[in-house]
């Protein structure tokens, strides 16, 4: 798996970082081994510490839809960047992507930046309590929505139980604010809203849950929320920090012809770079300070090297149209990955949609959290190792997506059509099955 530089690397990050990286995942945990290091990125390829080259399915988790390293992102961040890395004051160019943003998502009438997708679900969480005078906020199982407080929460015993803590820290006041329901069951919602309804400020969902794995919506259910939450006065919030400008230009949002109350963007819309936003209706927005009396901040917002990156990407992404091709391309990669599973006997299903695909080793369909933690992780992680030597580097665990970007060409695929059906081969059967 990692070379000799990458091992020496981790070893010396053990001594100074927490667990030797910066964000769980990256520490290989779920999948076995030893991180790998990457040097450097250029269109669909990762070199890393040691010289290898991958082809890239992770891509930063979802936000390079263009590739690495694209030549005009650069150019737009090296310009911003030569001008001033931040000022702490306003600039034309935010005001610019935001009416870019709102040109896409007509639905955003007011826009804040903010500079990571937590912070921007965060915020937007606060100021639907703020406009509902409410408390309680409803989540899925299985969606992540940041490492926000209130949020990190696992379902209770029942449907419509209130949360509790899923992770150290979270005070059990603070996780009991949430209630978590099954995320393609509108039935859960009913129940949960027939109990807490006066109490529920908001609904936040991925619209395409994409942190249990990839799993669409059922049909209908996304409107079943719209309906639901309108019944009751309560807000409907997507969060699309991964599908916005990934599975359209307009988001989920444009596909489903469904219009949130608020939406939470982030990855793709910094080009790369740390940036995220939220933004809803104008009577809702319009309670942020300093219009209002929810307060939120941030010394890099907006920050001016991010806003050119992210400015340069929706524009590519407009002139370009990049999302028939490649969602004809994903298509045709999983509809491979099934033929070489099925020829060497290992059962998987695959979930895709647009250019956002999850291999999961299980025999049984996946439609929320509970069918996802079917998937073996242990089988995941040697079809993750063997992929690392055939030099296609995956999400280092199994209940994320993968993605494509437009710099994946069809021989790449092919290529990494032949690496999958031999990474395959070496997964131990039978295939367990995670309880």
């Not at 001016?304 to 400015?311: H, R």
């Amino acid at each position: 798996m990692a070379g000799m530089r990458s091992r020496r690397l981790f070893a010396r990050a053990q001594k100074i970082l927490v667990g030797g990286v910066n964000s769980p995942v990256r520490a290989f945990k779920s999948v076995g081994g030893s991180p790998v290091f990457m040097r450097s990125g250029a269109g669909a390829v990762l070199t890393d510490e040691d010289g290898k080259r991958y082809l890239d399915f992770c891509l930063s988790w979802g936000p390079l839809i263009l590739g690495h390293a694209r030549r005009e992102v650069l150019a737009a961040a090296e310009r911003a960047l030569r001008r001033g890395s931040t000022f702490g004051a306003a600039t034309a160019a935010e005001v610019e992507l935001a009416e870019r943003i709102r040109a896409a998502l007509p639905s955003m009438e007011l826009v804040r930046l903010t500079s990571s997708g937590t912070e921007a679900d965060m915020s937007a969480v606060r100021v639907a309590r703020a406009f509902t005078g409410r408390d309680l906020i409803v989540k899925c199982a299985g969606c992540y929505h940041g490492h926000v407080d209130s949020l990190l929460v696992a379902a209770g015993s029942g449907a419509t139980t209130l949360g509790v803590p899923d992770s150290a820290g979270v005070p059990r006041a603070w996780a009991r604010t949430t209630i978590t329901l099954p995320y393609n069951d509108p039935k859960a919602f009913e129940a949960a809203f027939s109990r807490w309804g006066k109490r529920i400020a908001a609904v936040i969902i991925e619209p395409v849950a994409a942190n249990m794995g990839v799993v669409l919506p059922k049909s209908g259910f996304l409107e079943s929320l719209r309906r639901v939450t309108t019944k009751h006065g309560s807000l409907l919030i997507f969060d699309e920090v991964i599908t916005g400008f990934r599975l359209a230009y307009g988001g989920w949002q444009s596909v489903c012809k469904i219009k949130p109350d608020l939406t939470v963007l982030g990855k793709i819309v910094g080009g790369g770079l740390p940036l995220a936003a939220y933004g809803g209706r104008r009577d809702i927005m319009r309670l942020v300070a300093p219009l209002g009396p929810v307060y939120q901040a941030g010394t890099l917002s907006g920050n001016p090297v991010a806003v050119a990156a992210g400015l340069e990407t929706l524009r590519l992404l407009k002139e370009e149209n990049p999302y028939p091709a490649l969602a004809r391309r994903a298509g045709e990669l999983t509809a491979r990955i099934r033929q070489e599973a099925a020829a060497v006997g290992v059962p998987v299903t695959v979930n895709s949609v647009g250019s956002m695909f999850t291999v999961f080793f299980t025999d049984h369909p996946v439609t929320e959290y509970t069918s996802a933690l079917q998937a073996d992780a242990g089988s995941y992680g040697a079809f993750f190792r063997a992929l690392l030597e055939e030099g296609a580097y995956f999400p280092p665990a199994q209940w994320e997506a993968a993605f494509l970007s437009s710099c994946h060409k069809p021989a790449d695929l092919d290529a990494a059509a032949r690496a999958l059906g031999r990474a395959l081969r070496r997964v131990p059967r039978p295939s367990g099955r995670r309880s």
